[in-house]
């Protein structure tokens, strides 16, 4: 373990640290203006006339306590003070964060669609997030730092007419969280969607693994990485958010063995030759407490990776005190002892910053901080080819 190994002089130089110290070793190598974080998203319940919605379970602090809490954390989290105007001070403060930050680049805003049923039909009842696609560009539209990632149930009757109508608003992604959304990525039912993502360019963003932050008790299987070949078969750029980090899948190539940590089957996918120009990893939420052991450390040691592997922050979720410790990750030799204090204070000034910088001072079993290298947070072109990024070379 770091830290406390540590003796004389460089204990007190270490001591001295500071969280612009470790800003400044993050940004080393990084082109500023080149910064991705493809993992932002945006929350509301309808104020404003913004289409927003959350499950009334969400809002029902005597019925569903756990549900109340949750939502709560959430807006904690995103630095409301009062849920009155959420969906408009959600955006103003993620704003000012996201411009507060040392390097220029774009953050992805996710909508987030509702539930479908197996004949396309909406199902609000057991839709617990709801941010529809025009909301979610009228929020890009507040800063130049904003790019679209929209969210398209493939079950949908005009999924094919909404996947143009995105592209051609300027969307760069699709974002599908099945566990929630009901959505079997193998099923044939996919193929359309599959077929428009590809010829418009749009990269699909799919959860990968178990899914906690939002209740989905009966479809986890829905978030086997394993499920995802149909879309690379059908030419689509995939990337498995978390790199499916939680929770255990079947092997769908050995049907009779028993489940298999998720994160296994991604990295049986990620090796796969056939898929090295077309599938990526992205790291939100590697980080939280029930997910980073095992995993930070393999990711970090797997270099060969590093060229497919994408920075996303998962926001709002860094912002929540307790799902990123500090202690831990020192306990698991993961960072210095003397970079605790000054993390903390990033995360405190700027969850975003601390997600970042904390994902670049990085160590293996306490040795020196090596953190996931500029090109995660950098990514080639190739990754997002809609988006834009006609940056001159300073940012």
């Given at each position: 373990?770091?830290?406390l ?10 001591s001295?640290?500071?969280p612009?110290?470790?800003v400044k070793?993050?940004?080393?190598g990084?082109?500023?203006?080149r910064?991705v ?8 319940v309808?104020h ?7 499950h009334?379970?969400?809002m029902?602090?005597i ?6 809490i949750?939502?709560?954390a959430?807006?904690?989290?995103s630095?409301?003070?009062?849920l009155?105007?959420i969906?408009q001070?959600y955006m103003?403060?993620?704003?000012e964060?996201?411009?507060?930050l ?6 992805l805003l996710?909508?987030?669609d509702q ?7 909406p199902?609000?009842a057991?839709t617990?997030?709801y941010v529809p ?11 130049d730092?904003?790019?679209a ?5 493939p ?11 995105m592209?051609d608003?300027?969307?760069v992604a699709?974002?599908w969280?099945p ?8 099923s044939p039912r996919?193929?359309?969607a599959?077929?428009a993502m590809?010829d418009?360019k749009?990269?699909l963003?799919s ?5 906690q ?5 009966d479809?986890q299987?829905?978030g086997n990485p394993?499920r995802?070949r149909l879309?690379?078969?059908h030419?689509v750029q995939v990337?498995?958010a978390?790199c499916?980090s939680y929770?255990?899948?079947l092997d769908l190539?050995?049907p009779?063995?028993p489940?298999t ?7 049986r996918?990620?090796?796969d030759p056939q898929?090295?120009?077309?599938l ?13 052991r095992?995993?930070?450390?393999t990711?970090l040691r ?5 060229p ?11 912002g929540?005190d ?7 990750l020192?306990?698991?030799?993961l960072i ?5 204090a000054?993390?903390?204070a ?5 969850p975003?910053l601390?997600?970042f910088?904390l994902k ?5 079993d306490g ?14 072109d190739?990754?997002f080819?809609a988006?834009n990024?006609?940056?001159a070379?300073d940012g």
């Open positions: 373990m770091a830290g190994s540590i003796g004389g002089s460089a204990a007190a130089s270490a001295r640290r500071t612009d110290d470790l070793r993050a940004m080393t990084l082109t500023p203006g910064f974080d493809a993992h932002n998203h945006v929350v509301g309808g404003g006339d913004s289409g927003c919605a959350v009334p379970s969400m029902d602090g019925r569903h306590p756990f549900n109340w949750r939502f709560r959430y807006a904690r989290a630095g409301i003070e009062s009155d105007s969906d001070d103003a403060v993620l704003r964060r996201v411009e507060a040392p390097h220029t680049g774009t953050h996710f909508a987030f539930v479908h049923g197996e004949s396309g039909e199902i609000p057991h617990v997030f696609n025009d909301h979610m560009l009228r929020a890009v539209q507040t800063s730092r904003f790019a990632c929209a969210s398209i149930h079950y949908r009757p005009d999924a094919v007419d909404e996947i143009h109508r592209a608003a300027g969307a699709i974002k969280l566990n929630a959304m009901w959505i079997d990525p193998s996919c193929i359309p599959y077929k590809h418009r749009l990269t963003i959860h990968g693994g178990e899914e932050a939002v209740p989905s008790p479809t299987e829905y394993l995802l879309a690379l078969h030419g990337v498995v978390h499916a929770g255990r899948s190539d050995k009779s063995a489940s940590q998720s994160f296994d089957l991604f990295l996918m990620m090796d898929w090295s120009d077309q990526y990893g992205e790291l939100s939420a590697v980080l939280l407490f029930n997910r980073v095992g995993v930070v450390d990711l797997r270099t060969d990776l590093h497919r592997l994408v920075h996303g922050s998962d926001y709002p979720i860094p929540i307790p799902l990123i410790n500090l202690l831990q020192w306990s698991l030799g210095e002892w003397a970079d605790r000054p993390l903390a990033l995360f405190r000034q700027n975003l601390g997600d910088v670049r001072v990085l160590t293996v040795g020196p901080p090596i953190g996931f290298p500029p090109s995660v947070f950098c990514p080639p190739a990754l080819p988006l990024r006609s940056i070379a």
